[in-house]
């Protein structure tokens, strides 16, 4: 069955026709559904509600699970319709709240300090999964639309490559952006991406200006390779260039990730190689020490050794930034709270 979430007030207002809901009834509905209602939850008579749950999918996500650190940061565990799970994290800020979406059950990039895709990929998320999930998040929170909606920020950091499901990410960035919907600005929104170069430069010249974050993680090739098997398709010389174009067509500023793993990545020499690579055009640099996985071999970088790292990027003119730690308590890593539910043949325990 189809998922409403996933079309547009205009778009629901053709399909629904086709069930001879019309009218208000439509405007109704479209606004039920971006609060989080079910159809049975909803203020319409008897007989539509049974016929959207005979033919549709009202809300794709649903909380199964949730970790509260000392913090206040949640990290959600949500149910699919499918029963498939994913990983979603709420943070506090002054600002407000920002929520880390996830974009495909799992991930096929096999980055090597990930657990989001010790499993590879299952599937790609739709538009209104993605959506689905600010949504329950926005409830949870007792939020609603317009000025009474809680949540400020996204970004698309969870499980699975953005760019890998370019088409559902990009309906997702239209739908969430909407008036008639949650309204976020694209200003508020991140997407990070280990760097699929050609559509980098599609988000670009298809008019998108949100937050372009690159998962760089190596001052050269040869040592990205070792960390991300992608970098043995897209080189940093073809990232950077990409990320160059989308800052001339989007002006905005492109940040770097860079996780800090001990003895690979976290030399001073390296810190100086970021700085001539970063050259040439607005970047900031957000490093992080890695918060180990399990079922990997690699050792974060010390706190201390992270904090000398930012110190000599900023020494070189680098912008840079230690990213605050939230959540530590709950499971940090991405993907480990879905693996303790996830058994070896898939099934959820």
Avoid at 27 to 52: D, R, W, Y
Avoid at 84 to 109: A, D, H, P
Avoid at 232 to 260: G, P
Avoid at 284 to 300: A, K, Q, T, W, Y
């Amino acid at each position: 069955m189809d998922c409403l979430l996933d079309f547009s007030k205009e778009e629901l207002k053709e399909i629904l026709a086709s069930l001879d809901i019309k009218g208000f009834r439509v405007e109704q509905i479209f606004v039920a559904l971006n609060q989080g209602k079910t159809f049975t939850e909803m203020n319409i008579p008897s007989e539509i509600k049974e016929k959207l749950s005979n033919n549709f999918i009202s809300q794709p996500v649903l909380i199964l699970d949730k970790k509260i650190s000392r913090d206040g940061t949640v990290k959600f565990l949500f149910r699919l319709f499918d029963n498939n799970i994913i990983e979603g994290v709420l943070m506090k800020y002054k600002y407000g709240y920002t929520l880390c979406v996830s974009t495909q059950v799992g991930c096929r990039m096999g980055c090597k300090f990930c657990a989001s895709t010790l499993n590879g990929l299952v599937r790609n998320l739709s538009a209104g999964e993605i959506l689905g999930q600010v949504i329950v998040a926005n409830k949870f929170l007792g939020g609603k639309l317009g000025e009474n909606r809680m949540i400020t920020n996204i970004v698309l950091m969870g499980s699975g490559e953005p760019l890998d499901n370019y088409e559902n990410v990009t309906k997702f960035l239209k739908l969430v952006t909407s008036q008639y919907s949650l309204n976020i600005s694209e200003r508020n929104i991140s997407l990070s991406t280990c760097g699929v170069v050609e559509n980098i430069k599609k988000l670009a010249d298809d008019g998108f200006k949100i937050t372009l974050t690159i998962s760089l993680h190596a001052s050269n090739d040869e040592k990205r390779k070792e960390l991300m098997p992608i970098a043995n398709k897209y080189s940093i010389k073809k990232i950077l260039s990409a990320c160059k174009y989308y800052f001339k067509k989007t002006n905005r500023r492109v940040v770097f990730e860079y996780v800090l793993v001990k003895d690979k990545n976290d030399t001073l020499e390296d810190a100086k190689s970021l700085k001539e690579l970063l050259k040439g055009f607005p970047t900031h640099l957000n490093v992080i020490p890695l918060n180990s996985v399990e079922e990997r071999n690699l050792i974060g970088s010390t706190r201390e050794r992270a904090n000398e790292f930012v110190q000599m990027l900023t020494k070189l003119g680098q912008s840079a930034t230690l990213r605050r730690t939230l959540g530590e308590d709950i499971d940090g890593a991405c993907g480990q709270l879905r693996q303790k539910y996830i058994d070896n043949n898939g099934n959820i325990n």
